[in-house]
């Protein structure tokens, strides 16, 4: 059964991690945003703590939490400075995740001990000019090249492009299959033909710069090919449920420190002879943006619950990414109506969270796309074949 009380361990990583937020990363994520330059000197203090190998198993040098630590801890850390999640979530989510449940046990021990050490630096290397939400539409082209792989193409909006020295991409090895034809691999800087193409300019998140990724006749051995030749699109689908679950755990941290900012902020400021808080508008928002940060926390919560028992959760993954990322922009523009002209001023740390936070309801997966995920599978159908699906349990059907 589900528990809904936090462990000491759950309590313990909270208070952590909102500690390190608050002496390593909150004082300066304003500064970050301005100049948009990462702070390189924060990843050895993140190794410190164990945060680079947060979902890393401990057999491999990680913390290996589970996924409601996971989450209590993407949470903090969004809640302190988009740009760092950013870094933590790609890494882990989408790179060590993906990494540890599909590489073989070579690949494993040569990369995941790297990962959680900082000495490697993780991106996912998807998305491309057209193919976004159309993932499948892969224009990557793998060429087979006897004990190699030939690469050419080119990925953009690839986060963590600029400061990632290991990639985990993907491309087309036979069109003719469509997906089953699409291939996962492992590439590292430095190989030749593999270069860091432009860095795209952002409205958020700025420290963590989003560029391209060009493959330029790249060769690369096949013993750098990830689950074999046409598993690639499941590999990129089973990444992206990681990543969209710790997108909707860095949105609840969003929507939490907006709260946090809208409560303080209400019985300070003062308005026709008493304070903003008194007035019945401002507590409506307040308790609509309460009523959605725990919505919002429970369905993630529900989500790390299947995962830490093994359970398929693509469904309930794109519930809460939905919801969350949703209701996290919702929350920074009621806060930033408390906050009036000082919630658009940059004094104000309402006006950076407003702009970071907009990009989650696109990126892994639009809203749009979770909407059409979820309806499949009330359906009973998968999107691309209309193939039957068996619903997964609820948590509370499972024992």
């Known amino acids: 059964m ?17 500690a390190f937020a608050n002496e390593h990363i909150r004082p300066y994520a304003a500064e970050w945003d301005r100049t948009a330059v990462f702070p390189m000197d924060l990843i050895p203090l993140m190794v410190q703590m164990g945060f680079m190998g947060s979902t890393i198993s401990e057999e491999y040098g990680g913390m290996g939490l589970d996924y409601i630590s996971y989450a209590i801890l993407t949470e903090e850390i969004n809640a302190a400075c988009s740009s760092v999640r950013t870094l933590m979530s790609v890494h882990n989510s989408l790179v060590c995740s993906t990494l540890q449940e599909w590489g073989s046990e070579e690949q494993k021990q040569k990369y995941l001990p790297r990962l959680a050490t900082g000495e490697l630096i993780g991106c996912f290397g998807l998305t491309e000019p057209n193919a976004g939400s159309w993932a499948s539409n892969q224009e990557t082209r793998v060429t087979d090249d006897g004990d190699h792989i030939i690469i050419n193409g080119t990925k953009t909006w690839i986060s963590n492009g600029q400061l990632a020295n290991l990639c985990i991409s993907f491309g087309q090895a036979d069109p003719d299959k469509k997906h089953a034809g699409i291939v996962a691999f492992i590439v590292e800087k430095g190989t030749p033909g593999f270069s860091v193409g432009q860095d795209l300019p952002k409205m958020g998140g700025r420290a963590n710069h989003a560029t391209e990724l060009v493959f330029d006749d790249c060769r690369i051995p096949k013993e750098n090919i990830l689950g074999g ?39 300070e400021r003062v308005t026709f002879g008493k304070p903003i808080g008194k007035h019945q508008s401002i507590q409506i928002k307040i308790a609509d943006m309460a009523r959605d940060v725990d919505t919002a926390r429970l369905l993630v919560y529900r989500c790390g619950h299947l995962k830490n028992r093994g359970i398929r959760s693509t469904r309930e993954t794109s519930m809460c990414k939905w919801h ?37 309801t696109i990126y892994e997966g639009s809203s749009e796309m979770q909407k059409l995920i979820i309806a499949n599978y009330e359906l009973g159908y998968t999107r691309d074949k209309q193939t039957p699906l068996q619903r997964p349990k609820e948590p509370w059907e499972v024992v």
């Open 229 to 267: 030749f046409g598993n690639g699109f499941k590999i990129a689908m089973s990444g992206l449920d990681h990543g969209r679950y710790s997108v909707a755990a860095g949105s609840v941290g969003v929507a939490q420190e907006c709260l946090d900012l809208a409560t303080a902020y209400a019985p």
């Open 324 to 360: 969350a990322t949703e209701i996290a922009n919702r929350a920074a523009y009621e806060t930033m109506q408390i906050f009036g002209g000082n919630g658009y001023s940059t004094e104000f740390p309402i006006e950076r969270l407003f702009r970071d936070i907009r990009v989650a």
């Open 2 to 18: 589900m528990n809904f009380d936090y462990s000491d361990e759950h309590n313990m990583l909270r208070e952590t991690a909102r």
